[in-house]
């Protein structure tokens, strides 16, 4: 039976850069999550029957909202739900099953990057049936409806088990759990040459892939150990944990230090990887290398073509603003389309679909391709390992001849955590109101070319997106960016991005806290940071 139940809306239900997140104990509240799902389910424009899929990366309040969710799919007319098994899909294999079983869109249980736990938090997140993130006119309406919804619909009866592969019913709709890996295995395979890793693996060559106790562990292990031949051993924390083991999922130097330090070490391996809470995210390590994710797409993109998948070339590339501009010289000489969007996978949808580009990435450890409409952990390190089984050369000479043919973007990304709300905010709007005298300003041996706050026209549909970060180029072509994340749930974080070119290949060993010094002093007397923030260091730099 079909019932209505009588709610209060919330306020604060805005989605941010990817869905909507907050803390364990904020989901929590009375209908918390009932509201926003009534109100998704109230903006998309739905025919009967259609299927939806459904899934999460297993942190801690997954399975009860998912068994929500599903008893909710089924009292708004849903044909079919598919749900992973135990309520697991990471977010590219959710992706997958969108556009492979032709659902009218999935809802995505996750909050990345970010710690779980009962204290730690959670996110939802809607995606339309061409398996990527709801654009800004659909989160936006969504939005609204959570501002005024008044009742939510479900299913009275409970929905079926999903630890058990199968259909079964609830109410007229068909309740299909599947495999989350085998689909998405499935893909990997048709895009990468597996022969060549296996042999590559075969050789000798040593890898270790880091999950983190988050949702790629399953993926992880089926692909690398039992299809690719890798020892056992090369997948480490690969049982997904409900907290994550108590760390952050985020593959970054702070928090995949462990890692890192395995890869440093003389005897360590060839090459090491890992992903994040939701299997979205990568990291690249050489032996004595750790690859920025700048590079990383730069260099994905220049070696795309060495994989099955991609040996027709690709059509373009696309990066979020922050994200260095390494990219731009590989499509620049290659002769392909580069753009340049705001920040966040949802705005890289339009322009896969129109076939304008073929790879895309972000500067947070995000790269994906036309296979599916999220960034792909997993994807990027089989890129990477195809490239490394056809070239058999280090990651480390990869990148230096990579550097020696298109110049080196030195790029740092300080990131300033759980700062006051209003200090961040008003550093913001100070750098805002200078915009217009800043050209032509002169900070020590930089001199400002141009200063603007990004707006992005979307070049497919005609949407436009403001406010998307202050960019401040200097003359030469150093950057740096200003921009307040939209993914914390604590504070404001705020993010500077820095950047500057090097064409000389003999400059090209310097560390690049060195070849950033002056711009990385300049960012904090333009933005004001020590004095308004009363931060003196970043919390992590990436
Ligand atoms: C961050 C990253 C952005 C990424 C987003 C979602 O957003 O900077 O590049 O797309 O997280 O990634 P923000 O607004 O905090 O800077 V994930 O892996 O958290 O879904
Ligand atoms: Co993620």
């Keep these: 039976m079909i019932e209505t ?31 926003f799902i009534q109100s998704i389910f109230d903006v998309v424009a739905k025919q009967e029957l259609e ?27 849903y044909g079919r739900v598919i749900v992973g098994r135990n309520g697991i899909l990471s977010t590219p294999a959710a992706s997958n099953l969108i556009r492979q079983r032709g659902a009218a869109g999935g809802i995505i249980l996750s909050a990345s990057h970010n710690p779980g736990g009962p204290d730690g938090d959670f996110g939802i997140k809607y995606n339309i049936s061409n398996g990527g993130p709801a654009p800004e006119s659909i989160t936006s309406a969504i939005f609204e409806k959570t501002k005024s919804i008044s009742a939510y619909r479900i299913f009275s009866a409970p929905a079926p088990r999903i630890d058990e592969l199968g259909e079964k019913h609830l109410g007229d709709m068909v309740v299909e759990v ?44 089926e692909i690398f150990v039992n299809r690719l031949g890798a020892e056992k051993g090369s997948v ?64 994905l993109a220049a070696n795309a073509h060495l994989a099955p998948g991609y040996a027709r070339g690709i059509a373009g590339i696309a990066r979020s603003m922050p994200t260095s501009q390494a990219a731009d010289r590989v499509a620049q000489k290659r002769g392909i389309g580069m753009y340049e969007t705001p920040t966040g996978w949802k705005f890289f949808g ?73 200090a961040a905010e008003g550093l913001m709007e100070s750098l805002r109101d200078r915009l217009a005298s800043m050209a032509g300003q002169r900070f020590g041996s930089l001199v400002v070319s141009e200063a603007d706050d990004f707006s992005y026209k979307d070049p497919v549909d005609g949407s436009v997106a403001t406010g998307q970060g202050v960019r401040i180029v200097f003359s030469g072509g150093g950057r740096i960016v200003f921009r307040l994340s939209g993914t914390g749930t604590a504070g404001a974080t705020l993010r500077v991005y820095i950047e500057r070119f090097e064409p000389d290949p003999a400059k090209h060993d310097l560390v690049p806290e060195e070849a950033l010094a002056e711009l990385i002093e300049t960012a904090d007397v333009i933005g004001e940071i020590k004095k308004r923030t009363g931060r003196t260091a970043p919390d992590v730099v990436t």
């Design 51 to 77: 299927t939806l899929v459904i899934g999460g990366d297993g942190r801690f309040y997954n399975r009860e909202v998912i068994l929500t969710a599903i008893r909710m799919a089924a009292a708004n007319g």
């Design 236 to 299: 480490v924390n690969a049982e997904p944990l409900e907290d994550f083991g108590g760390g952050h999922p985020d593959p970054n130097a702070v928090h995949a230090a462990t890692l890192i330090n395995h890869l440093m070490a003389p005897n360590g391996p060839a090459f090491g990887a890992a992903s994040d809470g939701d299997g979205d995210r990568n990291l690249i390590i050489g032996k004595g290398v750790v690859v920025s994710p700048s590079d990383s797409l730069a260099v």
């Design 5 to 35: 139940i009588a709610t209060k809306p919330y306020q604060d239900q805005k989605p941010g850069t990817s869905g909507l997140r907050k803390k364990v104990p904020h989901f929590q509240q009375p209908n918390y999550a009932q509201n």
């Design 178 to 221: 599947v495999d989350p890996v085998a689909a998405y295995a499935e893909l990997m395979e048709s895009l990468f040459d597996f022969d060549k890793i296996r042999a590559l693996i075969a050789s000798g060559f040593t890898m270790r892939f880091d999950a983190m106790h988050a949702v790629t562990g399953p993926y992880a292990s």
């Design 350 to 422: 339009n322009l896969l679909d129109a076939g304008k580009v073929t790879i895309c990435g972000e500067e947070s450890a995000g790269t994906g391709s036309d296979h599916v409409r999220e960034k792909d952990g997993l994807w990027a390190v089989l890129l990477w390992l195809n490239i490394l089984a056809e070239r058999r050369e280090s990651v480390a000479d990869i990148l230096k001849s990579h550097w020696a043919e298109f110049g080196r973007n030195y790029y740092q990304r300080h990131d300033f955590e759980e700062v006051d709300k209003d």
